[in-house]
């Protein structure tokens, strides 16, 4: 299992006429398909941490957009450490 950091549009079935992105930590399984997301925190031991992770920010806005309930319709199948 891998993970970075992806824009995802989040879609709420309720209300799929409204468009929400956020920058999410996506996770992928064994087969290299996102499986998974949480919203990330800003946060580190140092300032050099938090520097590397608006830095991986900026790199996710350069792929592709995910979609919510598109893009993560896959099992989790990778093994758990």
């Given at each position: 299992?891998y993970w970075?950091h992806?824009?995802v549009?989040?879609?709420?079935?309720k209300f799929?006429?409204?468009v929400f992105?956020?920058?999410q930590?996506?996770?992928y399984?064994?087969k290299?398909?996102?499986?998974?997301y949480c919203?990330?925190?800003?946060?580190?031991?140092n300032l050099?941490?938090?520097?590397?992770?608006?830095?991986?920010?900026?790199?996710?806005?350069?792929?592709?957009?995910?979609?919510?309930?598109v893009d993560?319709?896959?099992?989790y199948d990778?093994e758990?450490?």
């Amino acid at each position: 299992m891998y993970w970075n950091h992806r824009v995802v549009q989040i879609v709420d079935p309720k209300f799929p006429e409204e468009v929400f992105f956020e920058v999410q930590e996506v996770y992928y399984n064994d087969k290299d398909q996102p499986c998974g997301y949480c919203d990330p925190c800003v946060g580190g031991e140092n300032l050099d941490e938090i520097k590397l992770q608006i830095e991986r920010f900026a790199e996710c806005l350069n792929k592709p957009i995910l979609i919510s309930n598109v893009d993560f319709n896959h099992e989790y199948d990778a093994e758990v450490v």
